[in-house]
């Protein structure tokens, strides 16, 4: 199994433009979660999926973020308008139920500038 | 104040110590503890769990558990330079989901040969 990927694995964008991450999860697994670490705050739980429901998105800091999942093989987490303090490593996540382990993705590390 | 606290280090150490890494926690409900460890440029990966009081012996790993004084320790014995990555604690209550894990910021260790 490839695991769980996350495209981009970089991205560096300038303030105000609109920024998608995507993910890819194990095959199988019904629970996506969607991260963003940072040195100030450490990992965060942004929002959470089962069954490619959104369950609890109550991490989003703002309404300029929201996240999709339209099947289960396929989510995205988009950021609109991006700001300067976005700027963090985006962290995918996948389990087979979830309450599971969580096996994570690469991460997308995004730069707003 | 964090629910979880964790040193960030960085910790450096010569090949073969024996390494210690500690989290403290506040909250009484938290009842499952993991530790991940994370390679730089990669995401967290699970390394132990541990639901009860004591020690869990995994190879060179062992996880320790003081529920009493809210403490958790994850010991690396006879370390190697492959030991060197960023070791993230998480727990949850015991009847929780995965998306109720609360991380620490991470310890950075360095295996220097």
């Known amino acids: 199994d490839a695991g769980v990927i996350q495209s981009p694995r970089h991205e560096v964008t300038e303030m105000g433009q609109e920024v998608t991450l995507r993910c890819k999860p194990i095959?199988?697994?019904?629970?996506l979660f969607w991260y963003r670490q940072t040195m100030m705050r450490g990992l965060e739980l942004l929002i959470y999926?089962?069954?490619?429901?959104?369950?609890?998105d109550s991490g989003m800091p703002e309404d300029r973020f929201s996240a999709k999942m339209p099947n289960a093989s396929f989510s995205t987490l988009k950021i609109q308008p991006s700001e300067p303090r976005d700027s963090a490593v985006y962290f995918c996540?996948?389990?087979?139920?979830?309450?599971?382990?969580?096996?994570f993705g690469s991460g997308t590390q995004l730069s707003v500038l | 104040q964090k629910e979880v606290e964790q040193d960030p280090g960085p910790l450096s150490v010569p090949e073969g110590a024996i390494v210690s890494l500690n989290c403290t926690y506040s909250?009484?409900?938290?009842?499952?503890f993991m530790w991940y460890r994370q390679y730089s440029r990669k995401g967290p990966e699970l390394l132990m769990y541990?639901?009860?009081?004591g020690n869990k012996e995994d190879g060179r790993f062992t996880a320790q558990v003081d529920k009493s004084s809210k403490y958790i320790s994850l010991f690396i014995r006879d370390s190697q330079p492959s030991d060197s990555a960023t070791y993230l604690c998480?727990?949850?209550?015991?009847?929780?989901?995965?998306?109720?894990?609360?991380f620490g910021s991470g310890t950075q260790l360095t295996v220097l040969p």
């Open positions: 999926f089962n069954n490619n429901v959104p369950i609890d």
């Open positions: 541990t639901y009860s009081s």
């Open positions: 996540a996948s389990s087979r139920d979830s309450n599971e382990k969580l096996f």
């Open positions: 909250n009484s409900a938290f009842q499952y």
């Open positions: 998480a727990m949850r209550p015991l009847s929780g989901s995965a998306r109720q894990l609360t």
């Open positions: 095959s199988g697994h019904n629970s």
